[in-house]
């Protein structure tokens, strides 16, 4: 096994040592809200929301995009689990700002090793063989931080499968000060009917 793997399960062997109460946490989530944000390590959305176990969902992607994926898991968090609201959260300094569809699309086609980057941008480092089939992907990057955040809102709004009494609102995680700032045009838009 992997160094890794020993300090997941060696932390999750203490985890489970006191896991006394929460066990009978019930399925849906106590503050019947969920949260789409990004994958990125250093957003902690419990920490930054102040959450504890049990108290919403929080469905996390590459760049917190309103993808068809996470649509399917807000509309199962509302239809099936209750949750009344939901917060899209993007974040400052986001990896999904430095690349294009086209770009990953290149990187893929060489290799499917891990790239690198560096001022000039990103370079494919491993060897071959790679896949075309990146082209077939929407990676949903990022040019605009604030206009991304509207455009999930609106599309999240806009789904067929989304009741509209339920609000959605914006917000970009700012990495250097940890505040949740909100995107005004996104949560306008959101809106509850």
Known sequence: MSQTVDEVLAAN???AADFGEKSQL???PGRQFAILTCMDARLDPAKYAGLAEGDAHV???AG???SDDAIRS???SHKLLGTREWFVVHHTDCGMETFTNEIMAGLLDSSLET????ARG???TGKGPGSPEGRYINWLTISDNAASVVEDVKRIKAHPLVPGDIPVY???YDCKTGQLVEVPEATAAGLAD
């Open 13 to 15: 062997a203490h985890y």
């Open 26 to 28: 019930p399925m849906p």
């Open 59 to 61: 469905i996390r992607n």
């Open 64 to 66: 917190g995009r309103a």
């Open 74 to 76: 807000l509309v199962i």
């Open 115 to 118: 790239a690198s980057i560096d």
């Open 122 to 124: 990103w370079h494919d």
């Open 170 to 172: 914006g917000y970009i």
